[in-house]
């Protein structure tokens, strides 16, 4: 992806950070709304967020006491043909306790029970990855597609390795989870970008 499609990608999440915090909310925060209490694993909204024209969806689930240093993270995925269709994750972004971008991982089948598809069919798909939604939170849609319009060459490298690192009789070993991981840092991002 060329410098300039990053630095408008990496723009308008920062906005959306932004705009939030004035607002003293955040990513995560607006995602949760309304959810008291919000319970571990569970996903954030109820019934995920889809966007029925890219076929894109995601939703949040937090780790609870037990997490670390991550509080939670967002599972991205991408329905080809729409709602009723196959789902194939392309990569989850963890947010630490502060409400920040902190890794990008990818996951076994297990996890997600997504449809298991290679990295190249994954990496054709990323483009797709765009939620125009008002709901649960425009801000917060907006944020997680120019997340991964940011980082699509840090995913597309973070696929490969997942299927490095996996062959199809592992896709359903429990001690198998997260397959490939990338320490991320927004505001590190902008720097280097010039923004």
Known sequence: MDDAARQ????????????????????????????????AMAHY??????????????YYHAHGEDGGDEHG?????????????????LVALGINRSGQLARLFTVN????????RPAADLIALLPRFDLQLAKPDYLAN?????VI???RDEIEAL??????????????????EILS???????????????
Not at 10 to 39: D, H, I, M, N, Q
Not at 53 to 58: K, L, N
Not at 109 to 116: A, E, K, M, P, Q
Not at 159 to 176: P, V, Y
Request: some cysteine.
């Open 45 to 58: 909204p109820p019934g995920d967020i889809f966007d029925p024209d890219s076929g894109a969806q995601a």
């Open 109 to 116: 089948r297990w996890v997600t029970g997504d449809d298991w």
């Open 149 to 151: 319009t940011l980082y």
């Open 181 to 195: 991981s990338r320490a991320v840092d927004l505001a590190a991002t902008a720097k280097v970008l010039g923004v």
């Open 8 to 39: 408008q990608a990496v723009r308008e999440a920062l906005y959306c950070e932004r705009v939030l915090a004035k607002s003293r909310s955040g990513v995560v925060a607006a995602v949760l709304a309304g959810a008291a209490p919000v319970t």
């Open 159 to 176: 696929l490969r390795e997942r299927d490095g690192a996996i062959d199809a009789t592992q896709l359903e070993d429990r001690s198998l």
């Open 142 to 146: 907006r944020w997680l597609t120019a």
């Open 73 to 89: 993270h967002f599972h991205c995925f991408l329905r080809p043909a729409g709602l009723t269709g196959p789902i194939h994750h």
